[in-house]
């Protein structure tokens, strides 16, 4: 039996699409929302995308409406494409959503799975093949600007946004390498995606010396897993990520029935 430890946060991801582009998980943001701040989870997540494989909800949206219906849950981008907007309208909206939202929005950041194409960053006039780029330009500026302070843009336009708002928990994700550099430079913690134990032991090695290089904090970690359906066996999983030093784990719903899985959830954080 994994030795267990009882700080790690259990998150879950509202429904507002579905790996299954057959079986699309839409439902009521609402009900989900409060529902999952109800049975104890610590935090929400959304989804992100223009135009992806399966349908999906534009992800301001659904955290501001999250927001608005729950008052303790932390809410987050699970996660935001940086580089298919504009980077001062990004930290306009965070700024807002954390001014309403009571300062509990989590800003997760991403540049996007590649079995979603390219369609979406054509669409928004943007390019693939430099979303890395325009992510690192972005990360460089987002806080400055979410917090109300004159910030350079990329093409040498100097801004000051206001309001200015608490700067959220930026988090980068992604297994890769250049994930792992853009968290280590940028960000407060890093997302992997449902990696094993052995894995996530070298993933964490690596994001740690990078850290060390530029003489950063090393990022906390957050892991995206599905759990075994088993409960003993979800707990065994969760508890080797928080031995192994985890500091989140976002549960996603299997299916459309997001009740049910945010009730198991629950009963995992609530067994750790």
């Known amino acids: 039996m994994v030795a267990r430890r009882m700080t790690l946060e259990i998150g879950t991801i509202l429904p507002t ?36 494989s399966a349908p999906m909800l534009e992800s301001t949206a659904v955290v501001a409406t999250a927001a608005a219906v729950t008052e303790r849950i932390q809410v987050g981008f699970g996660v935001l494409l940086l580089a298919l907007r504009p980077p001062a309208w990004v930290a306009k909206q965070v700024a807002t959503l954390q001014y309403l939202s009571g300062d509990r929005i989590v800003l997760g950041v991403g ?9 979406g960053w054509r669409a928004a006039g943007q390019s693939f093949a430099g979303r890395g780029r325009r992510t690192d330009e972005a990360l460089a500026i987002l806080p400055d600007l979410i917090a109300g ?8 336009t100097e801004a000051a946004l206001s309001p200015g708002a608490t700067v959220p928990p930026i ?52 892991i995206v897993a599905a759990p075994p359906d088993d409960l003993a066996q979800a707990v065994d999983k969760l508890s080797a990520y928080a031995a192994a030093g985890v500091t989140r784990v976002i549960v996603p719903p299997r299916d459309a029935d997001w009740k ?6 629950a009963k995992v954080k609530s067994a750790l």
């Not at 540049?111 to 369609?119: K, Y």
């Not at 049910?260 to 959830?265: C, D, L, M």
């Open 171 to 222: 988090l980068v994700a992604g297994n890769g390498t250049a994930a792992l550099r853009r968290a280590a430079t940028y960000a407060d913690g890093w997302i992997g995606l449902n990696p094993d134990i052995d894995e996530l032991a070298g993933l964490t090695a690596e994001l740690a010396e990078l850290a060390a290089e530029r003489s950063r904090p090393v990022p906390a970690v957050t």
């Open 111 to 119: 540049t996007g799975n590649p079995a979603h194409g390219d369609i």
């Open 149 to 156: 302070r004159t910030a350079t843009l990329p093409d040498g």
């Open 17 to 52: 699409s579905t790996p299954d582009p057959g079986r699309p998980i839409l439902g009521d943001v609402r009900a989900a929302a409060r529902f999952a701040e109800e049975v104890g989870l610590d935090s929400v997540w959304s989804t992100d995308h223009l135009i992806a």
């Open 260 to 265: 049910a899985g945010y009730e198991f959830a």
